[in-house]
């Protein structure tokens, strides 16, 4: 699978650039072929690491690279709002650090063929917001690094001259909106170095902040701090140089590490500190209560106004950070609670996020074309989609004779044009007035995007008239029957069936399959049951199940769900589907099943995404092509022909 991840780059020293350094890497192990992606920098391509990045990019630059077929998704590891355009196959790995999702994230929601969270609770507000299949990955740490070190413990205090100091850390970027609440943090700190002269206080982060002013060293030296805080080198983070060893080696020195956040997408450095048996001081909420479960969590008491994502989020008090400060430092359990923050966080280690994780969400992307939600929003459908009732498509599949008129228009000698044909079930009386015929198969499906098609078109139709006086003589009388109603009083409204109407308007195809066609057979998905009724014609034990209540008979058409069958394994000798799996939201789930129930033959037609049909129907889930097809029922069969239309004829593959 090429993959395109779209985020910070895999060398930088920040939380994002870590996930892709050591998501892509794995990734890469797995055999896919992936290349980095960043907004920023404009120095072409570099490779580092063995990981391909692209530098300067833009979404429309990566939409271009997947239409040239360069790579299959893109996946996102951005803020929504930072991203400007919708990419296209997009996975959109998502953060947000406000209290519930903001607006500037909330839009984009439904536009990713899968959303996945960083944390649980995140994964709890996207399902909440109506997003059921949203997925959940955490980011994590590397384990051979990020561990207890008592030598280096030591070496750090030294280094700093604060041998006999009780440190108080501090890990994070200083953004201009003070994120990380260091502005509060700070004046917390002089209240608490007024009670114990023997705290200090070190900022692994950058003076400068992201705007570029020095407004947090301001308030330092306003407050009287200047001796008591010191910074890490900011030169040796903007160069690069800042390791993964760098960083446990600042965590070790810390006997509490403070980060007073106003919400985090999920907080590397809680987790990192941890690690280190550092205990942890942090926001009781957004990611604080999932990370840092057994750590002195303080709860905010009041909210501040974010103005840019326009949302609530928590916002700590110097006094509840003094007092958290104060339990920390008096706490002769401190150790123990060091201790079992670095038990609670082994679960993020890298190589278990990607096994647990990873691993399964990948799986599913190769096969991906559905949308977060589990079933596809047929109202929305509904309201917009007219490729279904085109005016003049419905004799190309409607049985059903209708009446008509043949008139030709001005300039077209010869040349006979069913009136009626071009709009039914909608059709005018003598006055132009427009009617709906009850009878037409069409009638339940009118949309109102239709209604006001029929309408235009008939405006400009009785504008001619050959037409006019064609209806005058012809015009049904029983118009005024309960068989026809006028349009302006039909007020269709959505309802379940309209998804079996959407899904009836097109004929399926079924080579002849005779010859495989033996013993016991089950039809999954069998609809009005026509292709069961033709095998017990012709003398065979069929039947079929359907999840459509209106088709169920009892007899040659039962109740079931391709998903999960009720049978045993090996009840049939054959099973068999016709254009079925392509609607499925987990087709492997059904093709595992047709196998299991089958003692032999599985026989699967379906529409693959090449197929001009494919994109008529909006009811299409799953975008593979006939290859991944072949390559999905391989692992549960052995192929032994192909037919068209599109049709997988394979064996049950004995187990020894």
């Not at 051979?144 to 205090?157: I, Y």
């Not at 706490?331 to 990873?358: E, N, S």
């Not at 069409?442 to 029929?454: A, H, P, T």
Request: hydrophobic share 35%; with cysteine.
């Amino acid at each position: 699978m090429k993959l395109l991840w779209y985020s910070v780059a895999p060398w930088a020293p920040t939380g994002y650039g870590v996930v892709t350094k050591e998501i892509v890497h794995r990734m890469q192990k797995e055999g896919h072929e992936v290349t980095v992606a960043t907004k920023h920098f404009h120095c072409g391509e570099v490779e580092w690491e063995g990981i391909k990045t692209i530098t300067g990019m833009d979404v429309g630059i990566l939409n271009r690279m997947v239409d040239r077929g360069e790579a299959d998704y893109i996946i996102t590891l951005l803020d929504n709002h930072a991203i400007a355009g919708i990419p296209k196959n997009w996975i959109s790995y998502t953060p947000f650090d406000t209290n519930k999702i903001p607006s500037s994230i909330k839009r984009d929601l439904a536009k990713p063929l899968m959303l996945i969270a960083l944390t649980e609770w995140g994964q709890e507000q996207m399902i909440e917001l109506g997003y059921p299949g949203a997925r959940y990955a955490p980011h994590g740490f590397n384990p051979e690094v990020f561990c207890p070190n008592d030598a280096k413990r030591q070496e750090g205090k030294k280094a700093l001259g604060w041998e006999d100091k009780f440190i108080i850390g501090a890990v994070g970027v200083n953004y201009g909106d003070d994120r990380k609440n260091f502005v509060n943090l700070f004046r917390a700190f002089k209240r608490f170095h007024d009670r114990h002269p023997e705290a200090r206080l070190y900022m692994s982060s950058n003076t400068t902040d992201t705007d570029g002013t020095d407004y947090l060293p301001r308030a330092m030296e306003d407050l009287g701090l200047k001796d008591l805080v010191k910074w890490s080198d900011p030169d040796q983070y903007l160069l690069g140089r800042v390791s993964e060893g760098m960083m446990a080696n600042r965590y070790r020195m810390m006997d509490v590490m403070c980060l007073p956040t106003k919400g985090e997408g999920f907080g590397i450095p809680l987790i990192e500190a941890q690690a280190c048996g550092v205990p942890v001081i942090t926001t009781g909420a957004s990611t604080g209560p999932e990370l840092c479960p057994s750590q002195y969590l303080v709860y905010p008491n009041d909210d501040e106004w974010e103005w840019f994502n326009k949302e609530w989020r928590p916002c700590l008090s110097p006094t509840s950070i003094d007092n958290a400060l104060e339990k920390a430092y008096n706490d002769k359990q401190r150790a123990l609670v060091g201790d079992h923050g670095r038990k609670d966080v082994q679960r993020y280690q890298w190589d278990t996020v990607f096994d647990t994780y990873w691993k399964p969400i990948l799986k599913e992307i190769e096969g991906l074309k559905v949308k977060v939600q589990r079933y596809p929003d047929y109202k929305k459908l509904y309201e917009s989609f007219t490729g279904r009732i085109a005016m003049g498509d419905c004799k190309k599949w409607c049985k059903d004779g209708c009446p008509g008129v043949s008139v030709s228009l001005p300039g077209e000698s010869n040349i006979e044009r069913n009136i009626i044909f071009r709009s039914y079930p909608v059709a005018p009386v003598s006055d132009s007035t427009l009617y709906v015929h009850k009878k037409c198969p069409m009638y339940n499906w009118i949309s109102q995007r239709f209604k006001k098609e029929v309408t235009e078109a008939w405006e400009y139709l009785w504008g001619f008239p050959v037409i006019r006086d064609a209806f005058k003589e012809s015009a049904p009388d029983g118009m005024t029957t309960p068989e026809w109603i006028p349009l302006d009083c039909l007020d269709q409204e959505f309802d379940e069936g309209y998804k079996w109407a959407m899904q009836s308007h097109y004929r399926t195809s079924f080579p002849d399959c005779q010859d495989y066609l033996k013993g016991s057979i089950l039809e999954v998905g069998c609809g009005t049951g026509v292709r069961v009724r033709q095998l017990r014609k012709m003398g065979k034990d069929a039947v079929g199940i359907e999840t459509n209540h209106v088709h169920v008979n009892n007899d040659s058409v039962l109740p079931g769900n391709a998903m999960c069958l009720v049978y045993k394994d090996n009840s049939f000798n054959t099973v068999f589907s016709v254009d079925v799996l392509e609607h499925l939201s987990e087709p492997l789930r059904a093709i595992s099943e047709a196998f299991r129930v089958s003692s032999d033959i599985v026989i699967l037609s379906v529409t693959p995404v090449e197929d001009p049909c494919f994109m008529e129907d909006p009811t299409h889930c799953v975008e593979w092509d006939r290859e991944r097809w072949k390559r999905e029922v391989a692992e549960f069969g052995d192929i032994l022909d192909i037919r068209e239309p599109f049709t997988i004829i394979a064996r049950k593959r004995k187990v020894e």
